[in-house]
């Protein structure tokens, strides 16, 4: 009895087998060949074998350690620098009124950039993520020109702020 068990397990191991590779055969030749294509559904399509090591991009000082503790810096900078601003008056300091405009924008700029990389990537958007991104860096550059026009034509950032807050 227990032999007729070991004999049916071992055909069904075997007869499962060949069927799985005959029916999975098509599968490995559709994806070698989507491998050529940028996007596919469900995500990338990597070529070589899962014992291939996958390659790394070229260090970058932009990127990684560096663009992380810059931005850390940025953002704990900016508890002192308003405080600051706001303990002076905007108009006596214009520098401090203007370092603190131009770090709120970068602050916004790294915070919508992170946002562009995580959501709207490349390689899933291949022309809506490099167009969202340099619309952002476009976006950025104007409002800086525009906090720059603000702080030395008008009354700076600052003093506005001081003048809505008591209105």
């Known amino acids: 009895m227990s032999s007729s068990l070991v004999a049916r397990s071992a055909f069904n191991k075997n ?3 060949a069927l799985a590779r005959r029916s999975l055969r098509p599968l490995a030749v559709q994806a070698r060949g989507a491998a050529d294509h940028a996007y596919v559904a469900g995500g990338p399509i990597y070529r070589g074998s899962v014992n ?13 350690s560096y663009h992380w503790a810059f931005e850390r810096l940025l953002s704990a900078g900016l508890v002192p620098l308003t405080v600051a601003a706001f303990a002076t008056s905007g108009t006596n300091y214009p ?3 203007g370092l603190l405009g131009i770090s709120l924008v970068m602050h916004s700029h790294i915070g919508f950039d992170s946002i562009l990389v995580d959501y709207l ?3 899933k958007f291949p022309r809506l993520g490099p167009l969202s991104t ?3 860096r476009a ?3 104007g409002v ?3 906090v720059y026009q603000f702080n030395t ?11 809505a807050w008591h209105a």
């Open 121 to 123: 990537h490349p390689r």
């Open 52 to 64: 291939d090591p996958t390659p790394f991009p070229p260090p970058s000082k932009t990127h990684g």
């Open 139 to 141: 976006t950025t550059a």
């Open 134 to 136: 340099w619309a952002l």
């Open 15 to 17: 007869v499962a087998a």
């Open 95 to 97: 520098i401090l009124d």
């Open 144 to 146: 800086l020109v525009g």
């Open 153 to 163: 034509n008008d009354i700076g950032l600052t003093e506005l702020i001081v003048r």
